[in-house]
């Protein structure tokens, strides 16, 4: 390298300035690196997943070839379709429970007890570093009182999945709403006469979708794949049924398992497209604004 002067003002400004084969070989070297990486984790998750797409597909039986006999006759299994649905109607009212509870906590934390973000960050942490085990105990300590149809049916487990589901849901909505001038907007319908429920529905929540897709589709993902609590619990979640199968048929619980993947991949395609789309729009009405204002 060599260093440069230069005249700036008054003064003498020192540049240092790298040779053009140091810049040359930083170059090529960054690009290689990377690819080498990308490779390389590439190779570490869909390596198994190509292997068991194709041991679901009879690859391990070479003389048939490949066929989709074990996908169409998924949903002949017993009991597929019944714990299917109780897994989707878990998740789906976590989801509305989760966030029901969640969001306007979130807005009503940024607003008015902004002190208090670090202490319910770390409340909303724990059951990231309390076992599976010890939340299910709890929860049935506390409502061991409650009616049996609630204790002894999945009713119970969609209030321990809205307990594993809180640091996702925490982080994804302290994002979004840290990206928002949340004050100035809440002050403004405020000020139109809007109640803090209406403010909360037509102002906070739509600037927040994205956010609020994001902790949806996990806290969703979370409840389809979770199998600890429900087996210990002794109730029947597709994940549970997954288990079950694959002690009698390996190639029907990884093609159930593969289904599962699947659908949370699609959600996690849906909240990106989502992002995308809502981000796309930005220039466009900052375009219909600029031209009335050029019009004028």
């Not at 640091?167 to 403004?188: H, K, N, Q, W």
Request: with cysteine; glycine share 8%.
């Amino acid at each position: 390298m060599d260093d440069r002067d230069r005249q700036c003002g008054g003064g003498r400004v020192h540049v240092v300035a790298a040779a053009d084969g140091e810049v040359a070989a930083m170059t090529s070297r960054l690009p290689v690196g990377r690819a080498v990486v990308l490779v390389m984790f590439a190779a570490y998750f869909l390596v198994p997943l190509y292997a068991a797409v194709d041991f679901t597909l009879g690859g391990s039986r070479r003389n048939m070839g490949h066929t989709l006999s074990i996908w169409t006759g998924l949903i002949h299994q017993d009991g597929f379709t019944e714990n299917l649905m109780t897994s989707l109607k878990i998740a789906a009212v976590t989801v509305v429970l989760l966030l029901v509870l969640m969001v306007p906590t979130m807005a009503w934390l940024h607003l008015r007890l902004p002190r208090m973000r670090r202490l319910v960050e770390g409340i909303c942490l724990l059951p990231m570093a309390i076992p599976a085990v010890v939340i299910a105990n709890g929860i049935l300590g506390a409502f061991k009182s409650w009616p049996e149809a609630i204790t002894g049916s999945w009713w119970i487990l969609v209030f321990e999945y809205v307990v594993l589901a809180l640091p996702f849901t925490y982080r994804s909505l302290d994002a979004g709403l840290s990206a928002i001038p949340l004050a100035t907007m809440v002050e403004a319908a405020r000020s139109l006469g809007a109640s803090w429920p209406v403010a909360l529905w037509r102002v906070v929540v739509p600037n927040i979708r994205t956010a609020i897709a994001s902790a949806g589709i996990l806290g969703a993902a979370l409840a389809l794949g979770e199998f600890t609590i429900a087996h210990l619990l002794l109730l029947d979640t597709f994940p549970v049924w997954t288990d079950q199968a694959g002690q009698q048929d390996g190639e029907v619980a990884i093609t159930a398992a593969m289904l599962i993947l699947f659908l949370s991949w699609l959600l996690l395609m849906l909240v990106s497209h989502l992002g995308r789309g809502r981000k796309a729009k930005k220039p466009e009405t900052s375009g219909k604004k600029q031209k009335v204002g050029t019009g004028r």
